[in-house]
């Protein structure tokens, strides 16, 4: 017997290999990009790149994505991309068995042509059964394409979804980008996938900091794309080169005693004192706020970042910080430094792309320019001194507002009437309503100072400070700066009852006017902010629990306006437009969608006892009797509706024929005398307690008592008393409206 042959090793070597997912990066090499807009694009980069290689059915359930983004780079990494396609099976839906079949089975024209643009005969189609009957099918195996043969497409492809408002064109091709590019990286694995993309052909070879490194380089694999680029001097991960930064910063301000980024323990919102320590502290955060959003952008610039201090004459500083801090962020990008007791520094850190043992050139060369830009400043502040406010209101009449809205100056005498009648409303004093007509008066004109003409930033701010020069009081200062404010989501909102009333009156002139004259607000364009007036509008009436009617301070911004210029329903869809802003307000606040739909279906007036009933609503959602009586207010509401019409709320007591009906109504009555008091002094929570003791005398009633009696005075008097119990819960909220 002959033995077996033994299998060598080189019968092993040319068994054919096992195709196996590899790491793909993708990176294109660009001149330098938009600093502002870089994360987004690499972000939008990524996603789109990985969304088109799902679809070509190249990844893995494991595959992720990763961005990279450099001033003159942007890349993507994604893991456990096939090489190649897995064979597929291809299914074209054809028409219904009944249509493609005559009565004597033969294919009908639309079968033949079915089967015709498939290639086949028609005995070779398939039948399949669907939801609405059974239907010709063609399925045809597709085999599985090499990775490289879709690739470039795909690239192509995925940057034409990039977010880029306006592209370029360079050389004689016709490519177009948001920048020229001048390379491209197509790895998988180790392999380089030949490609074109925006007409540049692909390799291995990437480029280094354009100072620090030495020519191209190569990239071994996609595995090992950010070690390459760290050898070549550049941090290719932007999270990674933020966070480099922040650090540097935070150790360079700490060695000088000095905040570049908020502390988490410092606090200070503005909500508790208005002292002058509050007011440092609140600009502080402002300037401080600003280095966090100048973070991005200083990343956007930079491959190998290094952080550098540099100081300012201290003669400066008797401009407004906010100023200084501005002219550092805006035009240098610098970071601002800032003191422990809240007061802005005479020096300031640099991100520099260079790193070297001796920063002093760099730091020289930052300090000369620096001079100039602040010397500009202090010529502006010290040149709008010499005007007052009250002086430059008559050059507003030349400044448009918006048109049929008029100028900046028609907008300020409205602005008056309406904040000295929210004064009037919140029943201040006749010095306070004097404030409130000064500060609506003085509060636009430092729109045509000169600093804010270099800085629109700093309206209100300046205004502030102008004012104060001018020898304005306090209050009315105070008020010129606090009532752009809250400014955005999470800033802090004006304190002092002057401030608050010129606060309303201008975001609500700006909601009215703007929306009665057709300017609303659609999908995700909202040119005038709109949106945001009503949130803040919201915030101050909620957070500052100011009792006034929202209905009447929307009537009263409408009546500042000239007859017949707004739309005759403003003032209601202004309402409802508030209300729409303060649900998502609310949903933040970690009140449930049932819960706040029970409050503002009923279409408060007062919103600021909307959280005092959403509270309420809380506790008493938390009550044994909850459920079973908001089941019962359900029904209530269906059993009312379907009797159409409004019914009476008077009972009639000769009329309550059975006991259970006769102890409701007894129940309704003495709860009534308990909650009504309750709900005057905002007391929700008890008065929803106490009616927590109706659950059993309701469900008697519903067991024992027919509400649509055949007798019409027995049906109507006890729709009266369902409608009289209805209403004793909606003095808090519509209780039928909780979800079990």
């Known amino acids: 017997m002959a033995a077996k042959r033994p299998r060598t090793k080189k019968a092993r070597r040319t068994a054919a290999p096992v195709a196996r997912p590899a790491s793909l990066l993708v990176e294109l090499l660009t001149e330098e990009l938009p600093p502002k807009s870089l994360r987004r694009l690499s972000e939008a980069f990524r996603d789109a790149l990985h969304e088109a290689l799902g679809a070509l059915a190249l990844l893995t359930p494991e595959s992720r994505a990763q961005a990279f983004a450099t001033p003159r780079r942007l890349a993507v990494r994604i893991t456990g991309v096939l090489p190649r396609q897995p064979d597929r099976v291809l299914e074209r839906r054809g028409p219904a068995v009944a249509a493609g079949l005559d009565a004597a089975g033969k294919p009908t024209p639309a079968l033949l042509g079915f089967a015709r643009s498939c290639g086949v005969e028609p005995a070779m189609l398939e039948r399949q059964a669907g939801e609405k009957g059974e239907y010709f099918v063609y399925r045809s195996k597709q085999k599985g394409e090499p990775l490289g043969t879709h690739l470039a497409a795909a690239v192509e492809s995925s940057l034409k979804k990039l977010p880029v408002a306006k592209l370029m064109r360079w050389g004689a091709g016709e490519a177009q980008f948001v920048r020229p590019v001048h390379g491209l990286v197509l790895l998988h694995g180790a392999k380089v996938i030949s490609g074109a993309v925006l007409g540049v052909r692909s390799g291995n070879r990437t480029l280094g900091h354009r100072f620090l490194s030495r020519g191209p380089t190569a990239i071994p694999s996609a595995e090992k794309y950010e070690d390459t680029l760290r050898r070549a001097s550049v941090i290719a ?138 010397a500009d400043a202090r010529f502006f502040f010290e040149t709008d001194k010499k005007t007052s406010l009250e002086a430059r209101v008559p050059r507003l009449k030349s400044v448009v507002y918006l048109h049929k809205l008029g100028s900046q100056l028609d907008r300020v005498e409205r602005l008056r009437r309406i904040a000295v009648a929210f004064a009037e409303r919140m029943h201040l004093s006749s010095e306070h309503v004097e404030h409130a007509d000064r500060a609506a008066l003085l509060c636009k004109a430092d729109l045509v100072s000169d600093m804010v003409g270099e800085f629109p930033e700093l309206q209100g701010e300046m205004g502030a400070y102008y004012a104060a020069h001018d020898g304005e009081a306090r209050e009315v200062a105070r008020a010129i700066e606090a009532h752009y404010r809250p400014r955005h989501a999470g800033d802090s909102l004006p304190l002092g009852p002057v401030s608050l009333s010129v606060a309303l009156a201008d975001r609500l002139e700006s909601i009215v006017g703007i929306y009665g004259i057709g300017h609303v607000p659609t999908g995700d364009k909202d040119p005038y902010a709109l949106r945001r007036h009503a949130l803040g509008v919201a915030r101050i009436l909620i957070e500052r629990a100011l009792p006034l009617e929202l209905p009447d301070l929307i009537a009263t911004a409408r009546d500042a306006f000239p007859a017949g210029l707004l739309s005759e329903k403003v003032a209601d869809e202004v309402y409802d437009f508030v209300l729409d802003r303060v649900r998502p307000y609310l949903r933040e606040r970690e009140f449930r969608p049932d819960e706040i739909e029970a409050v503002l279906s009923l279409r408060p007036g007062r919103l600021d006892l909307a959280v005092k009933r959403l509270e309420a609503l809380q506790t008493f959602r938390r009550l044994p009797e909850a459920e079973a009586l908001a089941a019962a207010n359900k029904r209530i509401r269906n059993i009312l509706r379907q009797a159409g019409g409004a019914p009476a709320i008077t009972v009639d007591p000769a009329l309550l024929c059975e006991e259970a009906e006769r102890t409701l109504a007894h129940e309704v009555s003495a709860r009534r005398a308990e909650v009504e008091p309750l709900y005057a002094a905002g007391e929700y929570a008890a008065a929803l307690k106490r009616l927590a003791a109706l ?23 006890r729709l009266a008393l369902l409608e009289s119990l209805s209403r004793l819960f909606l003095g808090a909220a519509d209780i039928s409206r909780l979800q079990s």
């Open 695 to 717: 659950r059993g005398p309701v469900d008697l009633f519903f067991d024992e008592v027919m509400v649509m009696a055949e007798d019409e005075a027995l049906k109507r008097n």
């Open 237 to 374: 991960d932007f999270e990674e080169r933020r966070e480099a930064i922040r650090r540097a910063a935070q150790a360079e301000a700490k060695r000088r005693k000095a905040h570049a980024f908020l502390p988490r323990d410092w606090t200070g919102d503005g909500t508790s004192d208005d002292s002058e320590m509050m007011r440092r502290i609140r600009i502080a955060q402002w300037i401080l706020g600003s280095n966090e959003e100048l973070l991005d952008e200083v990343t956007a610039i930079v491959e190998w970042p290094a952080v550098y201090a540099g100081d300012f004459d201290p003669a400066f500083l008797a401009v407004p910080p906010q100023v200084i801090s501005l002219t550092m962020q805006k035009n240098q990008k610098y970071l601002a430094l800032v003191s422990p007791e809240a007061k802005l520094l005479p020096t300031y850190l640099v991100v520099s792309n260079i790193v070297t043992r001796k920063p002093k050139q760099i730091v020289h060369g930052n300090e000369r320019v620096l001079r100039a830009r602040l």
